[in-house]
């Protein structure tokens, strides 16, 4: 949960929802998209629940962050 709360997510309220890059229809295009752009800022829409607010959210996907993946978490 550390990478969550680093890029200001909020567990179980914010969720992503797309990608200014590709449309996001499957955990699967999510993967694809992070594995693509290693190292690359990528824009991701997240949707709060509480606020019923979409934002912008930049994350640079990496394997060297730490964890499990490219971002750092399963």
């Not at 969720?15 to 693509?36: N, T």
């Amino acid at each position: 949960y550390i990478y969550i709360q680093s890029l200001n997510f909020f567990d179980f309220s914010d969720w992503i929802i797309g990608s200014s890059e590709i449309a996001l229809h499957s955990s699967e295009d999510f993967s694809h998209l992070m594995m693509q752009n290693q190292k690359r800022p990528v824009k991701l829409l997240v949707y709060n629940i509480d606020s019923d607010n979409v934002r912008e959210s930049i994350v640079i996907p990496d394997f060297n962050w730490g964890g499990d993946g490219c971002l750092g978490a399963d």
